[in-house]
């Protein structure tokens, strides 16, 4: 069983940065594919970027590419996603997920665990 704690949401201007941190206990960590993903209210929780196991393959939704970069440390049993240029439209909750699998993937469904979510919110 992996559990998951998200941290450093919070309020930023329009073309600001914000680093998300993601802290899971578990000693397979290390063997997780995991994955950020966002929800408005009113909207279904949509894909935001995932990493394999490794940390050497990456997979954006299109709307972030270029403009947030997802990694990991498996030393810190750690996942980041740091948002750069964020927009109004990124206004959202952030979720981290964690999958019983080395591989990544961006569907929902195939994701085992969920943190609480960490609020994010960037102003025009």
């Known amino acids: 069983q992996v559990q998951l704690v998200e941290s450093g949401g919070g309020l930023v201007q329009a073309g600001g940065s914000l680093r998300l941190s993601c802290a899971a206990s578990g000693r397979t960590f290390s063997t997780n594919g995991m994955g950020w993903f966002r929800q408005v209210p009113g909207k279904e929780r949509e894909f935001v970027a995932a990493?394999?196991?490794?940390?050497?393959?990456?997979f954006y939704a299109d709307s972030v590419k270029g403009r947030f970069t997802i990694s990991r440390d498996n030393t810190k049993n750690t996942v980041y996603l740091q948002l750069n240029s964020l927009k109004a439209e990124d206004t959202a909750v952030y979720y981290c997920?964690?999958?019983?699998?080395?591989?990544?993937?961006?569907?929902?469904?195939?994701?085992?665990?969920w943190g609480q979510g960490t609020q994010v919110t960037a102003s025009s």
């Open positions: 990493i394999n196991w490794s940390g050497g393959t990456t």
């Open positions: 997920a964690g999958r019983r699998s080395l591989s990544l993937d961006f569907r929902i469904g195939r994701f085992d665990y």
